[in-house]
């Protein structure tokens, strides 16, 4: 059974079927197979409870989970608990908050709390707007040293970068991976929560507001309300 049925929201099924949860009480996994609940081991000092940005596997089956205003961790599956995630990548000088993988580069796309930075897999060295030997655009942007809201790619390698201005809704950047073309998108204001991308290509922005993303016009449509 579950440990506490008030649920914290995040919910990942992995490549195994295996549908993980985000509870009150700590973290447990479903096993369809066993048709049961397993808990996994994990504490922060000093707190009963504590949000999660996301759970995330990438394409080499690691499980990895976001905290916010903490660190990023990994999944040990022989201890059946989180670490930190330098137990197998080198640490990074800043927190790393939130990660999304890149297949076509073999990178990690990290928002730290210095901005955003990249993790190369195969040389095992992280890229930043102080350390970037590629020459990769998007560090050429102010808007992007300091630290985004969130960030988002999707399936045709565009990276989404989303930054809240006070008083001025948000700053939203369009990384074209493949092509190493930066833009900023034009944006009336709004501050969205995330980004999903649909089966056709067009990207939406949502929160307060849905809005689609029009390439041609480089900006982001508001759905108007039905009269």
């Excluded at 988002?152 to 700053?171: M, R, T």
Aim: aromatic letters at 16%; glycine letters at 8%.
């Amino acid at each position: 059974s579950l440990p506490n049925n008030e649920m914290g929201f995040i919910i990942m099924e992995d490549n195994k079927g295996k549908v993980w949860f985000h509870t009150e009480s700590g973290l447990c996994v479903y096993q369809p197979y066993r048709r049961n609940f397993k808990k996994i081991n994990f504490k922060k000092p000093g707190e009963e409870s504590f949000p999660i940005t996301s759970f995330f596997q990438d394409s080499h089956g690691l499980i990895w989970m976001s905290v916010p205003g903490d660190n990023l961790y990994v999944l040990d599956t022989v201890k059946n608990s989180f670490a930190v995630y330098a137990s197998v990548w080198p640490e990074f000088p800043n927190k790393i908050l939130s990660i999304v993988e890149d297949k076509y580069n073999g990178y990690y796309w990290l928002n730290t709390e210095n901005g955003l930075a990249v993790y190369d897999t195969k040389k095992r060295e992280y890229y930043h707007q102080n350390n970037n030997p590629g020459g990769l655009k998007c560090f050429f942007s102010s808007a992007i040293f300091s630290r985004p809201d969130f960030i988002y790619k999707d399936n045709n390698d565009i990276l989404w970068i989303h930054k809240k201005i006070n008083g001025a809704g948000s700053v939203i950047n369009r990384f074209d991976i493949r092509n190493n073309e930066l833009i900023t998108v034009q944006n009336k204001g709004n501050a969205f929560g995330s980004f999903f991308t649909d089966a056709s290509g067009t990207t939406w922005a949502y929160g307060n507001r849905l809005a689609r993303y029009d390439k041609k016009e480089n900006r982001f449509i508001e759905i108007p309300k039905k009269r």
